[in-house]
């Protein structure tokens, strides 16, 4: 029968049986019963401890080289200093295990996990790591891994190597010369998607409703280079800036799952964000990798701040200002596809933006429906604030102001003469004394315009809803106004000489 020296005191193979049984008792006890096994600085090589239960048990400075250790449960155990040298830890339990300056030289450690180990100063020379679990969430400061195989590299995502020794086909970190190439071209993407922003600001802001409502202007759209009139602008902007913004972030998460590969922190002691292509958006990964976000730079919610709004904001806003600036042209078409594009930006700003932080903490996919919830609830939210407006001032059933925005066209003193713009919905505009002289506007809406002096001679209103307008002192000399729904209209000191009323409702 074998015998194990354990401080000076020799263990036979029925005794160490003895000393794991009362193990388990304390463990399934909670401590209340049996003993923690206890086998600091014993002489126990070639010891065969195979599925065995070792949780929590004192093993610090041990000498265990050459035993087998296979599927052993180590998990929690004090294994520091202990001698593992060429121990077979295949499927073992390592996961918390404290394995500060053990001797792991050659050891076996396939399929081993060490979720949470301390592996601090530990020799793993030489080590077999193959398909190892757990890496990333180990301590391994100055862990020695010279000539150690089975390593990928994926091991090491997320983790804090400052100090480490690692084998020469993973010290490369091959994975930094495609996180600088996609930052490159991703920084690309990301510039055209913020020229397109700002081009469509500067023409929300120089439009007049004029343009808008004749549709007689030429903008130029920059990324297809071609000249688009107005309203045609307003139809495609808002489908390039959705593919680009689409397009950015589908490359960005790329991005993102790449550097989520790379260590946290170096051996060097460089964080991953120093060690890759410097631009705006290389903060977020700082924000967001567990092992960085509590050792912040100084101003670092600053660029936090504006790399979201640059990357997640900026489009959606854009977006929502192209809505509220077409509003006036009334224009069912043109308002469905802009709140369309609105909805799909809020929705996948939504949606990358939690497969960004599921990246980098590493969520499982399967996991990731949960964020289903806050894409719905963000949608909803934009659907709520943009569609019963639309409809309400399209519909133009009552005169609507947002903070003192008129949703109405703004065409006083505006002239168009001989302007062929029949059918055009004009509810509500404010028109006071605008020049229309010899316009068609047959079968035009304009409910509840105000064209107070306005200049209408020789106008064709043919079919035209006037209800509730003020034409008060307006100028309708020679206008066609035959069929024209008139009722509740203000003509108060208009002129109507030779003007064609056959049909008309002025009730």
Not at 61 to 81: D, E, P, R, S, V
Not at 195 to 206: A, E, M, R
Not at 266 to 288: E, I, K, N, T
Request: proline share 3%; net charge neutral; aromatic share 10%.
């Amino acid at each position: 029968m074998r015998k194990i020296i354990k401080l000076g005191i020799e263990l036979t193979t029925e005794e160490i049986r003895r000393i794991l049984d009362a193990h388990q008792s304390w463990l399934r006890s909670d401590g209340s019963k049996g003993v923690r096994a206890e086998f600091g600085k014993a002489d126990l090589h070639d010891v065969n401890f195979v599925d065995a239960d070792l949780q929590d048990a004192g093993l610090r400075k041990t000498n265990l080289k050459n035993a087998q250790l296979f599927g052993t449960n180590l998990a929690w155990a004090n294994l520091q200093k202990a001698n593992l040298e060429n121990a077979d830890l295949t499927d073992a339990n390592l996961s918390g295990a404290e394995l500060k300056k053990a001797d792991l030289r050659d050891a076996k450690l396939i399929n081993a996990d060490l979720a949470n180990a301390n592996l601090t100063g530990a020799n793993l020379t030489g080590a077999d790591l193959s398909r190892v679990k757990g890496l990333e969430a180990a301590k391994l400061n100055n862990i020695d891994l010279t000539d150690a195989t089975g390593l990928v590299g994926n091991e090491f995502a997320g983790a804090d190597i400052t100090g480490a020794k690692m084998p020469e086909n993973i010290s490369r970190f091959d994975g930094l010369n495609y996180v600088e190439t996609a930052s490159r071209q991703a920084r690309n993407v990301f510039l055209a998607m913020v020229g397109g922003c700002i081009y469509s600001w500067l023409t929300i802001w120089t439009t007049t409703d004029a343009e808008l409502v004749i549709n007689d202007a030429m903008t130029h759209l920059p990324i297809i280079q071609a000249d688009v009139p107005i309203v045609g602008f307003f139809w495609v902007a808002p489908l390039i800036l959705l593919a680009l913004y689409f397009y950015f972030h589908l490359y960005l998460q790329g991005l993102w799952e790449a550097l989520a590969r790379l260590p946290a922190i170096f051996p060097d002691g460089s964080p991953v964000d120093q060690r890759c292509y410097p631009w705006l958006l290389m903060s977020l990964a700082r924000a967001h990798v567990p092992k960085l976000e509590l050792d912040q730079p100084p101003l670092w919610w600053m660029r936090v701040g504006l790399s979201l709004f640059a990357a997640w904001c900026l489009v959606p806003m854009t977006l929502f200002f192209l809505w509220l600036r077409y509003l006036p042209r009334h224009d069912s078409f043109g308002v469905i596809v802009l709140i369309a594009s609105l909805l799909a930006a809020v929705w996948s700003g939504v949606f990358f933006y939690h497969s960004m932080r599921a990246a980098f903490r590493r969520i499982d996919v399967k996991y990731r429906g949960r964020f289903l919830v806050s894409e719905i609830i963000g949608v909803c939210l934009v659907a709520v604030m943009t569609v019963p407006l639309s409809f309400a001032v399209i519909g133009g059933g009552k005169h609507i102001k947002i903070f003192g925005y008129g949703l109405y066209a703004e065409l006083t003193k505006e002239k168009f003469l001989g302007a062929e713009i029949e059918g055009i919905n004009l509810q509500h505009a404010e028109a006071i004394t605008a020049v229309l002289t010899k316009a068609d506007l047959e079968g035009a809406n304009l409910q509840g315009a105000n064209l107070q002096g306005a200049l209408l001679e020789h106008v064709n209103l043919k079919n035209s809803n006037l209800r509730r307008a003020n034409l008060k002192k307006a100028d309708l000399y020679g206008v066609n106004l035959k069929w024209a729904d008139l009722s509740h209209a203000n003509l108060s000191g208009a002129n109507l000489t030779n003007a064609k009323l056959t049909g008309a409702n002025l009730k």
